[in-house]
């Protein structure tokens, strides 16, 4: 009885027809679960981020680090961003890529630029953002000494004797000495390259005074080939930022960058060739350079 | 013969469903890697706010912090920033209180700053003094 009723049961069954129903089956219910009506998203970690919301929340980091200084934490919240990176340099690849995309007109974005590079610098990142925005220095206010005003003197009163006229005096040459500054008054505070196919064989100039304000209106000296110099402003592409100017270099040169009288130490560069990643492969293009000039603080 | 693998092909199907979305929306789910800030889990969406708001302390530019808040996409990023705030109060997050409240106050002005925040702000209004 008990073999019989085996032999019908196995006889009502047809494996490949089950395997493959089976198959069928699975394939379907993931197809549905996976991409008709898959799970709503709701606990999403930063890792799972896009790179523009990922940006987002490695500034805020850095601006919350610039607040409360704990570096402790700033790591714990980035290792959420990025857990399988250093972490300081995914920081010094935003700043980079917000200095390449312009995020650096308002302030706000300039202030965006130092907290990220304050928290990546000491910890050993570096990127194409170092030193593009100094952070000011603390500025020693000395309060002014007030000044009285000076004691009126009586005239004396008038000689009953004429005074003869005397000879008029020759004029008396009165030299206003002029204030030229002193060469020095501005430091190379940056000399970098970098290879941007769409940027190429550009020099970027830019002039900050002592607090890391941007100074436009000063002029910039690029010399190359011994005789041959051109002169141009900062700040007359404000978009970009208030004291800065640029420069195209020919391929093969060497340019001599320089604030005439202002500067001690005249950087050197070359427009020689260098090879840069896109997104479909190498490509040749041309060195370009920031070069930041910074007011000395006395 | 047609009957029965016809069978074994139904049977194979719906148990291979099951299966299937048992594991589609149980242990394999679809894992998602390019979400935006407003599908972040609300603790890490918590703490976003938070670092927002501490940035704020360091740049004081209020357009800036609503700005950085907007991708949140809360209905109303302020309700929502003021809620957050008076959680914190009631949880006595002590070092979140006083920045939440100097966003809170940036947001709708000393003048709407709800009573309870009132004794959290980092400047308090000097009270009047008597005269005589």
Known sequence: ?298 | MAKRCIGSLLVGLLVGLSTGIFLGWGPFPVEYRNSPLAALAPRYQEEYTLMVAEGYQVDRDIEAALERLRPLGKPNTIDYVIELTERYISQSNIPAIPVMVALVEALIGPENLPAIMQLYRPTPTPAPVPQG
């Open chain 1, 1 to 298: 009885m008990t073999s019989s009723k085996h032999v019908r049961t196995s006889r009502g069954i047809s494996w490949w027809a089950l395997a493959l129903g089976l198959a069928l089956g699975l394939a379907a219910g993931l197809v549905y679960t996976w991409e008709i009506d898959p799970v709503i998203e709701r606990n999403t970690a930063p890792w799972q981020l896009s790179a523009a919301a990922r940006e987002d929340y490695v500034v805020a980091v850095a601006l919350s680090y610039a607040q409360n200084q704990d570096i402790l934490l700033a790591a714990d919240r980035l290792r959420a961003v990025s857990p399988n990176r250093n972490i300081w340099e995914v920081v010094a690849e935003v700043a980079c890529n917000r200095v390449k995309q312009g995020k650096t007109v308002t302030n706000s974005d300039i202030r965006v630029i130092r907290a990220l590079e304050q928290l990546y610098r000491p910890q050993g990142g570096s990127g194409c953002a170092d030193g593009l925005y100094p952070t000011p220095e603390p500025i020693t206010i000395v309060p002014p000494t007030p000044t009285f005003p000076p004691t009126p003197t009586l005239t004396p009163p008038p000689s009953k004797t004429p005074t003869v006229p005397g000879p008029t005096p020759a004029g008396a040459v009165v030299v206003v000495p002029t204030s030229t500054p002193a060469s020095g008054t501005f430091a190379l505070a940056r000399l970098q390259s970098f290879c941007d196919p769409e940027r190429p064989g550009i020099i970027e100039v830019r002039v900050y005074d002592v607090r890391g304000n941007g100074v436009p209106g000063i002029p910039v000296t690029v010399t190359w080939s011994g005789n041959e110099a051109d002169t141009f402003f900062t700040g007359l592409k404000p978009e970009r930022e208030a004291g800065y100017a640029d420069f195209s270099m020919e391929a093969g040169r060497s340019y001599t960058v320089t604030i005439p009288g202002l500067v001690s130490n005249a950087p050197t560069v070359e427009a020689d060739s260098c090879q840069a990643s896109v997104d479909d492969g190498v490509v040749t293009t041309v060195t370009s350079y920031y070069v930041n000039f910074q007011a000395r603080s006395n």
